[in-house]
């Protein structure tokens, strides 16, 4: 074989000290710029989970508080009918002159024979509701008073969880 030369040695340490430096900065660099990409990648991931996700609350919100204004006078002829065992027939019969009958984001909250309640979304409500109600009607079955409600709001996702099991979608 041949004896060892010094030279093989000397060439090494130098390969090693100029090119094993620059190799490993280069392996660091991509390593990073792949890091970086992964980083962007779980970002973009997520904010196409919890934007949506953040806009349905948020009507789901708006929605929720138009039903907020309609309990008041849901509360009144639920009174009313535990007092005189009958839905009453006329707003003035449940005196609801001082109920507030807007906010934000409900544009109108009427009620007619004093047991019928309209929600109507407006003003600075998502346009997802804009111009969308819901309206709830109290029922007699069984001496007992049931709500029932029926709404334009396509999708039952920006109704409030207590109110999917009851509103029925319908082309008002």
Not at 78 to 92: C, L, Q
Not at 141 to 148: D, F, R, V
């Amino acid at each position: 074989m041949g004896e060892f030369n010094i030279w093989y040695l000397v060439i090494a340490f130098v390969l090693v000290g100029t090119i094993l430096p620059q190799l490993l900065n280069l392996v660091f660099e991509n390593f990073m710029g792949i890091l970086a990409l992964f980083v962007v990648a779980v970002v973009i991931a997520l904010a196409m989970i919890l934007i949506p996700a953040y806009i349905d609350n948020t009507i789901r919100e708006h929605v929720s508080s138009g039903i907020s204004l309609a309990s008041d006078v849901k509360s009144k002829v639920e009174n009313y009918y535990s007092k005189n065992r009958e839905i009453p027939n006329s707003n003035s019969l449940i005196d609801i002159e001082k109920i507030p009958i807007s906010n934000e984001y409900v544009s109108n909250l009427s009620v007619s024979n004093g047991s019928t309640v309209e929600i109507e979304f407006g003003k600075q409500a998502k346009e997802q509701i804009l111009g969308k109600k819901v309206i709830f009607k109290a029922n007699v079955e069984k001496n007992s008073l049931i709500w029932s409600c029926i709404t334009n709001i396509e999708e039952i996702k920006y109704l409030p969880e207590n109110a999917r099991g009851i509103c029925h979608f319908s082309k008002l």
